[in-house]
């Protein structure tokens, strides 16, 4: 056989064995892509039902709670354990928010809401701080009042037994919302979860308001101070609740440390000369960044689009908490 033949034949031969190569590995990647999606939209899903699940659990103890804590407070004569009691039903209304917008907040990006939902998690979050306020205003006025009127009847010692099951009750429900906020990365939850452990840290002054003044009844006024040092914690988690969701609405950036380490990270990839004109802003649980990045005047449209494409994977993939990458491509002259 002529040597132009086999040479012919073996560069088939490898041409074939190079396109099955090809095949394999575009199907192998494929096949990890669409897995990496399914998995992600797995994760999603279960997410989504474990805000949901833990929410639901909040609501059903809360009410359980309310009715117990209303219930002894009327028994055991205790403003203080009514006023925990009015605390509980809070955390019911804040439950309910919660409910009604995991549903809206998780919705995908439209085309009226181009940049997703978020923003109505950010809204329900300082809803949830202005329901504690108020609460916390209504039970500080009429505790004042009981203060400088007449005092009543001392409190029973039953009474004590509402914020002693809250405390216990709510703590735990503190931690599991907490730790399903900070999976999902939902600020609702979290703040929501907080709502959960101020119950249980007002739950504490009620009950030793109560103990005191029932075992010594000329100590009676301590229930009403009891009552008003509840209002006082609600109020504080109230605002501990809402600065953060105010800063996001007014629109505030990354901290300089987080705007340090995305200006590094841009740096280091091949073809950045410097990064300028960095902007950032919080949007839900993410922030969004824009920049000028420098590169050669005098390479190609294509290879300057490439570069913008490697600045936003770079910051998507090891950024603080960065959603979304807008890249200015400008020539570099220095």
């Not at 399914?38 to 699940?53: M, S």
């Not at 504490?204 to 029932?214: R, Y």
């Amino acid at each position: 056989m002529p040597k132009e033949v086999r040479d012919s034949k073996y560069n088939r031969k490898e041409e074939a064995r190079f396109t099955v190569f090809l095949f394999d590995a575009a199907n192998h990647s494929l096949l990890h892509l669409f897995h990496a999606i399914f998995r992600a939209i797995v994760d999603t899903i279960k997410t989504i039902q474990q805000a949901r699940r833990i929410t639901v659990i909040g609501l059903i103890v809360n009410l359980m709670l309310s009715v117990l804590k209303f219930a002894l407070g009327i028994v055991g004569r205790s403003q203080a354990v009514v006023a925990d009691a009015v605390h509980s039903l809070s955390d019911m209304a804040t439950d309910l928010l919660v409910l009604f917008g995991i549903r809206l907040w998780s919705a995908p990006a439209d085309e009226t809401h181009p940049y997703g939902h978020q923003r109505i998690e950010t809204i329900i979050t300082l809803i949830i701080s202005i329901i504690l306020a108020s609460v916390a205003f209504g039970l500080g006025w009429a505790a004042v009042r009981r203060i400088t009127g007449p005092q009543t009847c001392p409190p029973l010692s039953i009474a004590m037994l509402g914020p002693l099951v809250s405390i216990l009750a709510k703590e735990v429900l503190f931690r599991r919302t907490r730790a399903v906020g900070k999976r999902a990365r939902s600020s609702a939850l979290i703040a929501n979860a907080w709502h959960h452990r101020s119950d249980a840290l007002s739950s504490i002054p009620a009950l030793v308001a109560v103990g005191v003044a029932s075992y010594f009844p000329k100590w009676i006024i301590l229930d009403q101070i009891g009552a008003l040092i509840v209002a006082l914690l609600i109020l504080k988690v109230a605002w501990n609740i809402a600065s953060p969701a105010l800063a996001e609405l007014s629109e505030r950036g990354a901290n300089h440390e987080e705007v340090r380490h995305i200006a590094a990270l841009v740096k280091t990839v091949p073809g950045v000369y410097a990064a300028h004109k960095i902007r950032t802003r919080w949007f839900g649980t993410g922030i969004y960044v824009d920049l000028h990045v420098q590169v050669d005047g005098t390479i190609t449209v294509d290879a300057g689009h490439q570069i913008a494409h490697q600045v936003q994977q770079k910051l998507l993939g090891e950024g603080p908490s960065v959603a979304d990458v807008v890249v200015h491509i400008e020539p570099y002259n220095g």
